[in-house]
């Protein structure tokens, strides 16, 4: 029980805190030229992996302020949003699963407790059942004992009464 409960939760951890995950690489040239690119994928991020993030995402940001370009500045801004954001979710995602774990273990508790009051009274009504039926076959026992006892003397007495009539 416990190896599932585990198993369970760290299914729902990954799963939870998977989000997405986006690059972006900010290249200029001598020429004020800027260059772009962003790749989107999804992963699992784990709260200190998207802490970092966002702390690069802070250092690219003072780097493009420090060197006065407004279009590196821009992307660097948004890079750090995303990373905020990408943070939050996970925060969030994490905490989702913790009560979503909690959920599962108090709803298995419920169950199981449920589950232990209707085998204990399953078990009072099979013993009552058992005693019911001891006690009619006991009383059964007793009343063929009865009869096979008067059985046995009426044939006694037929018996007796056919030696007396020769």
Do not use: H, P
Not at 16 to 23: G, L, R, V, Y
Not at 95 to 124: L, R, Y
């Amino acid at each position: 029980m416990k190896k599932i409960l585990i198993l369970a939760s760290t299914a729902t951890l990954l799963f939870a805190t998977s989000c997405k995950k986006s690059e972006t690489f900010v290249t200029t040239d001598g020429n004020d030229t800027l260059s772009v690119v962003e790749t989107t994928e999804t992963t699992t991020l784990t709260n200190d992996e998207a802490k970092a993030k966002v702390d690069k995402a802070q250092a690219d940001l003072d780097a493009a302020i420090k060197n006065g370009d407004k279009k590196a500045e821009a992307a660097a801004r948004q890079a750090l949003t995303d990373a905020n954001m990408a943070w939050e979710n996970t925060k969030a995602a994490v905490d989702n699963a913790a009560q979503d774990v909690k959920d599962g273990v108090d709803n298995t508790v419920d169950k199981a407790k449920a589950a232990t009051e209707n085998a204990k009274q399953d078990m009072k009504e099979t013993a009552q059942d058992t005693k019911n039926a001891m006690d009619k076959a006991a009383q059964d026992t007793k009343e063929a004992t009865k009869k096979a006892a008067q059985d046995t003397k009426d044939a006694y007495n037929n018996t007796l009464d056919k030696l007396k009539a020769k």
